[in-house]
């Protein structure tokens, strides 16, 4: 692909601050991936009990004071965290960024659970008197609370908002950003995604319910997607944020590039409230690749979203086969392997996992996979180890969510 926008149309990848359940900078999560190092641990919850999760634990801390966390929510502290390592990454002479043209655009699974319970369980102590409830209850659970409290930290007025996409969120957060960047309606953009999901028991007792949750004796091997033996999601937090520019300022200040924006898409399945539409995902892929003027066998490596829910990733392979029904050159791989599926955070740090690639040429592998699925078997899955790729000039990120909600992002070098 030869790119003929004006460098002012181009949208490029200049800082990320991230927490995953096994690494809280770039380095340490790309490290611990090619390692084939699990972040996911035994984990108790109230009324649900023990189970398995991939726990963050990132320095709450560090830009925040105990007071504002305490008044605050998880996913904030999350975002917070992941916004300012993103601009001090970038390189960005913050104190002298004009603060109203910064956006702020946070992908959320959902927000508001994990207040709503803690509240009831505190009222329950006593006799369930709502004048105990929190006076900070409504803005720890307005949807724009992690995108808010980014704005309120960082004292950035340009525009902030969460976008609700399910476990398509992340993408959804980075699209926003180049949507707008595009549009002129910001100069910088905050773009990515947050998780607080381990903090609510009911979506632990919900994925139980379900038959999808994830049961292991050894907690590092229990999200194995793609395997024989997958026998559901690890719910995990995290949180992934881009700093994202146009190429021609990035250029003009000098900034380091990571890659750039060249493809993207969303789309809905509107058939099944859980059940993917493998036909929707492939449309998806294809209308992304179909932006960013590539065809399939450009694609380096594909980030699976495989979940390691039986039906998911079976359903995830058949659109993968479709578009690549002739594969000799691309790599899959598979990030939730190693942290579990943190949810609206999930697509922008198995995003961030692979960025790495443009530069060194290795593709990460999904680990946990001892017997694949005949299934899934996918030409170019990078097993358990990593593999030496040599020049990777393009990624594809997948990220799909319930309700049917498909979102795809392509980063290329420049």
Not at 77 to 101: H, Q, T
Not at 232 to 255: H, K, N, Q, Y
Not at 388 to 400: C, D, P, T, W
């Amino acid at each position: 692909m030869v790119d003929i926008r004006p460098d002012q149309q181009r949208i490029v990848i200049t800082g990320l601050g991230l927490t995953a359940p096994n690494g809280n900078s770039l380095p340490e999560f790309r490290q611990n991936l090619l390692e084939g190092r699990s972040g996911v641990t035994a984990y108790d919850i109230r009324y649900f009990g023990p189970t398995v999760a991939g726990v963050c634990n990132f320095d709450e801390l560090r830009y925040q004071r105990r007071k504002e966390v305490r008044r605050g929510t998880r996913a904030g502290g999350v975002a917070i965290f992941c916004a300012r390592e993103a601009v001090a990454d970038a390189g960005l002479d913050w104190e002298n960024v004009d603060k109203s043209g910064v956006g702020i655009y946070v992908g959320v699974t959902e927000h508001g659970n994990v207040e709503t319970e803690n509240e009831i369980y505190q009222i329950k102590g006593y006799d369930y008197d709502t004048q105990y409830w929190s006076h900070h209850h409504n803005p720890r659970t307005v949807a724009n609370n992690p995108a808010g409290e980014i704005s309120l930290n960082m004292g950035i007025t340009g525009p902030h908002y969460t976008l609700g996409a399910a476990c398509a969120a992340g993408n959804a957060g980075i699209i926003q950003g180049v949507q707008m960047l595009r549009l002129g309606e910001c100069d910088v953009a905050l773009g990515g995604g947050v998780s607080e999901s381990i903090h609510t028991f009911g979506i632990f007792a919900s994925f139980h319910s379900q038959g999808a949750l994830a049961r292991h004796s050894d907690p590092t091997r229990a999200s194995r997607p793609f395997d024989a033996q997958r026998n559901g999601i690890v719910v995990a937090e995290g949180g992934c944020m881009f700093v994202l520019e146009r190429l021609s300022d990035a250029r003009a200040r000098g900034a380091k590039i990571y890659g750039e924006i060249v493809g993207y898409a969303m789309n809905s399945d509107a058939t099944d409230f859980v059940l993917p539409d493998p036909d929707r995902q492939a449309q998806c892929i294809r209308l992304a690749l179909r932006r960013a003027e590539l065809n399939p066998e450009e694609i380096d490596i594909v980030s699976t979203h495989a979940t390691g829910t039986t039906t998911g990733d079976a359903q995830e392979v058949k659109a993968l086969r479709q578009v690549w029904a002739d594969n000799g050159h691309t790599a899959f791989n598979n990030a939730k392997s190693f942290i579990g599926h943190a949810m609206g955070a999930a697509g922008a740090l198995e995003l961030a996992g692979n960025l790495p690639a443009l530069d060194d040429g290795v593709c990460h592998a999904t680990i946990n996979l001892d017997e694949i699925d005949p299934e899934c078997e996918l030409p170019g899955l990078v097993a358990n180890q990593p593999r030496e790729l040599g020049k990777v000039r393009y990624i594809l990120n997948n990220s799909f969510g319930m309700l049917g909600i498909n979102s795809v992002v392509i980063v290329g070098r420049v």
